[in-house]
């Protein structure tokens, strides 16, 4: 009797966990077949005229870029917010996650869900320019205890950072990087998983030393950058990867720091 009992337990639990492995499998096969597909020339054409990090890749880091776009597409859910999105919209989201970890091939953002897309800047209570009275406006956010797994981002902002010209700004790229600087369970402008505990006190020193300047005037380094360590470096890593050879030539420091950080022949192991 008791093993009759323990069988009629057991049997389901079991069942359940073989629908669980099956499951698990189709959806690694569906994600492969999908990855497996050809990159269509119309989404090429886009990231070539769009995406300035894209274009100035050899052909075989553009077949890994796309790649990774596609796994990126696949496995992360890009909805618009009273407003309209196309693929040209997706792929520029798509690129802000990428363009930063692309040293990282095999890291895809395991804390993300989603990314809501808004019809323009928002305030602390997510209302949009149209609808607000308050002055102060927001490009883009990551999630907070409220909304993990979340990064919203302005659809004007996201456009004006991706129009196949070098800039020195770039929201989307920006908060991807507050992403990363997140992995180890704090923003705060040290992003431990990509950098050695020894690079940290030079790090934090080449900050204040530019923070120095961009105070007395001497940086075209967005003054955004002066609002704390976390937007030190999502700021300047915009600049970094949107507009590389004017960076290196007025920074050349801070582009050493910069390459280090995002270009370490290791893999990022989330915490």
Do not use: C
């Not at 790649?67 to 917010?81: G, S």
């Amino acid at each position: 009797m008791n093993n009759l009992i323990l069988l009629t337990i057991l049997i389901p639990a079991i069942m359940g966990v073989v629908a669980i492995l099956r499951s698990s499998r189709n959806k690694k096969k569906l994600l492969r077949e999908k990855f497996d597909q050809s990159f269509s020339d119309l989404w090429k054409k886009i990231l070539e005229n769009k995406v300035v990090f894209y274009a100035q890749l050899n052909e075989p880091d553009k077949r890994l870029f796309e790649k990774r776009v596609q796994q990126f597409l696949a496995t992360k859910k890009i909805e618009a917010i009273d407003t309209d999105i196309d693929d040209a919209i997706r792929l520029m989201v798509a690129s802000s996650a990428i363009i930063p970890t692309f040293a990282f091939p095999n890291y895809n953002y395991p804390n993300v869900n989603e990314v809501l897309i808004y019809p323009n800047s928002f305030d602390q209570q997510f209302q949009t320019k149209r609808y607000s009275g308050h002055e102060e406006f927001i490009s883009g956010m990551v999630g907070n205890r409220f909304m993990n797994g979340t990064v919203i981002l302005s659809k004007p902002d996201l456009i004006m950072g991706f129009d196949g010209q070098p800039n020195k700004s770039n929201v989307g790229i920006h908060e991807f990087v507050h992403l990363l600087d997140k992995e180890d369970g704090v923003i705060d402008g040290i992003p431990e998983v990509l950098i050695d505990r020894p690079f940290v006190g030079p790090w934090l020193h080449e900050i204040k030393e530019e923070m120095n300047r961009i105070e007395k005037g001497g940086s075209d380094i967005n003054p955004y950058a002066l609002t704390n360590n976390a937007e030190f470096l999502a700021v300047v890593s915009e600049y970094f990867f949107d507009n590389p050879e004017k960076f290196q030539k007025r920074h050349p420091e801070l582009y050493k720091f910069l390459s280090a950080i995002y270009n370490r022949d290791k893999e990022i192991n989330p915490q």
